[in-house]
């Protein structure tokens, strides 16, 4: 990169605010995908004024430029593909004010989603999109791959929480898109189409958002099951009892195995675990838990147990939300995937998950675990990346997640992780010709530089850049 841009840079956010260094480079490389690339310089700023002026320099020398929170992407959606300039907005993580009253908050989005709802906790709110990455993940990269996790079959996805943003447009411009009302149909609703963009449309800058009345009670239900089958159709019976529940998890034998060696949970060996649990006043969350448990119990599990108290609740949700971690001990690589399918196909759904080993000649594992209550699956790869013949398999496995498991099962190639780098061959296949097309002019409306994360995210098919 030129000289004459990283003195400009350092114009706008101080010396120690730019970073050249290679050890540096190096950490912002990656996410927690196989692919590797390097930007020219890391800048980090304070404020809006800031973001909007490294934007406007960029544009202006037709800089690519990548958003970037935490990292915790599953997908290579802040990789810098192209080299250029990567902004890690996690200086920005001040929450700017509670509105009681209107149930909002308004934060910068650098801020963590745990440390969000610790805040909230005071005073008895809480911001109900749960991803299993919670500890780490900002709300700036919650809103741009509009995350979910494990609440979301009964809260829905961060997108449905959030009522405006504040975001830098490619050229350097300051838009607000929504309103601080609960309704509002006075524009096309550019919130919307801005949650989910995965960095390649603006760059937020302030998020305002709904908050929810904390539950008043949790109830919490754990089921083993030595048949995987039956654990499936479990989850298709629970869904139709007309509960609710505010999370319906399940593990596979393999992820179970490692993970509550991980938590300190003690379980025989069995097939699949389902994690279901409900919330709200005492008596109404216990009654919906009884409805499902009865109706899950009817599938025969081999062993079922009801959480007694606050501490055995968490044992079991730690072993649930260190299950990427947990894999990750067991071997070099552990690439974790992400598809929706209806309900109902589930079963049929982790039946070809398992057969993927024996077609790629058993040079790779798939451990599965996921958000299955709305029928959203994370199918875990692990291998090494550094034996070609493994990273190969990889890749052809990818191949049947996404045709042969997803899509001919009528679901998406995406629930909550995003399209990426990983999934953009898959995009048009699940979208056809003309909205591609839509997508691609929408990009360009955007972004006509096309220097805001290039060849990443749902503009991106197969035929290639816009
Ligand atoms: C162990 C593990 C568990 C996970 N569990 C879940 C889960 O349960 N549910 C789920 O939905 N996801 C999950 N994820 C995926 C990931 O954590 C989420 O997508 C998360 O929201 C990303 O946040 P981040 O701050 O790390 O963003 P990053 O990874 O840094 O960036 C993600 C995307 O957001 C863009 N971006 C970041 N900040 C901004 C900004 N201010 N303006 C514009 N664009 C921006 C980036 O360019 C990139 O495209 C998991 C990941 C891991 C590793």
């Known amino acids: 990169m030129k000289s004459h841009i990283i003195t400009k840079l350092v114009e706008i956010v101080g010396e120690k605010n730019v970073n050249t260094d290679p050890a540096e480079i190096y950490c912002y490389s990656r996410d927690s995908t196989p692919f590797q690339y390097f930007a020219d310089v890391i800048v980090r700023p304070a404020n809006t004024t800031e973001v909007s002026e490294i934007m406007e320099l960029a544009n202006g020398n037709r800089i690519p430029v990548y958003p970037r929170g935490s990292g915790t992407s599953a997908a290579g959606s802040p990789l810098p593909v192209k080299g250029g300039i990567v902004i890690d907005l996690t200086r920005m993580n001040r929450v700017l004010g509670f509105d009681e009253e209107n149930l909002q908050v308004v934060i910068e989005p650098g801020v963590i989603c745990d440390d969000l709802n610790e805040f909230l906790k005071d005073y008895g709110y809480f911001f109900p999109p749960d991803p299993a990455s919670s500890s780490a993940a900002t709300l700036g990269g919650m809103v741009a791959n509009n995350s979910a996790g494990n609440r979301a079959i009964k809260y829905g996805k961060t997108k449905d929480w959030i009522l405006w943003l504040e975001a830098v447009l490619p050229s350097g411009e300051i838009i607000h898109t929504g309103s601080g009302t609960l309704k509002s149909v006075s524009s096309y609703d550019l919130t919307k189409l801005l949650c989910g963009s995965e960095g390649t449309l603006a760059v937020f800058t302030k998020i305002g ?35 609710v529940p505010c999370a319906m998890e399940f593990l596979d034998k393999l992820t179970l195995g490692t993970s509550a060696d991980y938590a300190g949970l003690n379980l025989p060996e069995c097939e699949a675990m389902l994690l279901i649990e409900t919330d709200g006043i005492e008596s109404a969350a216990e009654k919906e838990l009884k409805i499902i448990t009865n109706i899950v119990r009817g599938m025969n599990p081999k062993q079922w147990k009801i959480a007694q108290d606050e501490e055995e609740r968490n044992s079991l949700w730690v072993a649930r939300k260190s299950a990427y971690a947990a894999l990750a001990r067991c071997s070099i690589t552990t690439t974790m995937e992400d598809l929706t399918v209806p309900i109902s196909k589930i079963p049929e759904a982790l039946k070809r998950i398992q057969k993927i080993p024996e077609r790629v000649d058993n040079l790779i594992r798939v451990a599965t675990f996921g958000h299955a209550g709305d029928g959203n699956l994370h199918p875990t790869f692990l291998y090494d990346e550094r034996i070609p013949e493994q990273q190969e398999a990889f890749f052809k496995a990818l191949n049947i997640i996404y045709n042969e498991v997803a899509l001919d099962l009528g679901g998406s190639i995406t629930g909550e992780h995003g399209v990426g780098l990983i999934r953009k061959d898959f995009v048009e296949k699940e979208h056809g010709p003309v909205e591609m097309s839509l997508m691609k002019g929408i990009k360009h409306v955007f972004d006509s530089n096309n220097i805001l994360n290039p060849g990443k995210g749902k503009p991106w098919g197969s035929a290639g850049e816009p």
């Open 209 to 243: 958002m709904r908050v929810q009345p904390l539950p008043e009670t949790y109830k919490t239900a754990m089921f083993l099951f030595d048949d995987l089958n039956r654990a499936g159709e479990a989850i298709v019976k629970a869904r139709s009892s007309g509960v």
